[in-house]
């Protein structure tokens, strides 16, 4: 089991941690603020250091899974190829820092909350999600066209407004009564812990019963975001595909 440290807190670019585990799957560390691939967001890469100050560079980021492809609650940092001197030298118990790749992880923060921006604008259900350090891709399962200009001027004008980006979290229950909450036909939330992470891009408010405020997009996810959509600055539609009768593919990069 490793501690999450990016779900609660997203700009945490670095944190001490100890070796749990090391396997052909790679380095289990009991906590870390490395994103492992999952929803369509790529994992992090970066660099362990070690006691001694040598750098082991990592170069991608996976969820563990036991011998019968079952999850583990493990997070996996692959180590690049050719640093077998730096690995004998590790350890189970070592202390290292984890420092994450911030420059690349801070464009899939971008990219990601830009995706939860165009769920708003195109709402559809989504049936297929990627996003990189440099392009991200979304699939809508819809057969009118879209508008190339249109979807980036939306952007645009929901990034100039500023709105913010909140975690939270709902319980099994209330996503099983609200199940349109879930905008993505490919990937289900995980259920059963008791408590689903939710991403928030507005406001909303109760107050005396009644909601108030400007939800822009609520849904669940695990991924990375930016805290407010300013931050996101130019991102813009660079392609869209017909890519199936039923499946439109919106083709996000920076300008
Ligand atoms: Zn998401």
């Not at 501690?3 to 090391?22: G, K, S």
């Not at 940092?77 to 030298?89: E, F, I, M, S």
């Amino acid at each position: 089991m490793t501690e999450e440290l990016f779900r609660a807190d997203a700009y945490l670019q670095d944190c001490t941690a100890t070796v749990v585990a090391i396997d052909e799957h790679g380095i289990v560390l009991d906590r870390t603020v490395f994103y492992p691939l999952g929803g369509g967001q790529a994992g992090d890469t970066g660099v362990l250091v070690l006691a001694d100050g040598s750098e082991l560079a990592i170069a991608d980021t996976r969820k563990g899974k036991d011998a019968e492809g079952r999850p583990t609650h493990a997070i996996c940092h692959v180590p690049a190829a050719g640093q077998d001197d730096l690995l004998t030298k590790l350890k189970p118990g070592d202390a290292v820092t984890a420092k994450v790749d911030w420059q690349r992880r801070h464009k899939l923060m971008r990219f990601h909350t830009t995706t939860h921006l165009l769920c708003h604008l195109v709402p559809q259900l989504v049936n297929g999600c990627s996003i990189t350090p440099d392009y991200a891709r979304l699939d809508f399962n819809m057969t009118d066209p879209l508008d190339k200009e249109a979807l980036t001027q939306g952007i645009a004008r929901l990034v100039a407004a500023g709105h913010p980006v909140a975690v939270g979290a709902i319980t099994d229950e209330e996503l099983d009564a609200n199940p349109a909450l879930v905008k993505s036909m490919s990937v289900q939330p995980p259920r059963g812990s008791g408590r689903i992470r939710t991403i928030l891009i507005g406001t909303a408010t109760a107050d005396a019963g009644r909601i108030g405020g400007e939800v822009i997009d609520f849904q669940p996810c695990g991924g990375t975001h930016v805290a407010n959509t300013a931050e996101i600055g130019t991102v813009v539609v660079t392609k869209i595909e017909k890519k199936s009768a039923t499946t439109r593919r919106v083709v996000l990069g920076f300008a």
